[in-house]
């Protein structure tokens, strides 16, 4: 079992930047798969973006180029690294692992808006 807490979610003007962290209860280096998704009101949740512990990274095609996702193994921690930011990027982002099962967090909001 993996339990993940998502922090940094805030309010921040168009153009801004923020940066999620999402805390493991255990070592990541056994993860293979992590990754953000997110859902907007009134529409489903989707891939934001993914990472493996072998480095391979993944994108959805409207962060492309504004965001990344990267990993601190020595603080168990996957962090979303997100510029550029625009209206439409505001949701609940949440942290998810793929480890002898799929885990989530319990979410943070992001509100993108001036």
């Known amino acids: 079992q993996v339990q993940l807490v998502e922090s940094g979610g805030d309010l921040v003007q168009p153009g801004g930047s923020l940066r999620l962290s999402c805390a493991a209860s255990r070592s990541i280096v056994s993860i293979n798969t992590m990754g953000w998704y997110r859902q907007a009101p009134g529409k489903q949740r989707e891939l934001v973006a993914t990472g493996t512990s072998g480095g391979s990274t993944n994108y959805a095609d409207s962060v492309k180029g504004r965001f990344t996702i990267y990993r601190d193994v020595a603080k168990n921690t996957v962090y979303l690294q997100m510029n550029s930011l625009k209206p439409e990027d505001t949701a609940v982002y949440y942290c998810?692992?793929?480890?002898?099962?799929?885990?989530w967090g319990q979410g943070t909001q992001v509100t993108v808006s001036s």
């Open positions: 998810y692992a793929r480890f002898w099962g799929d885990y």
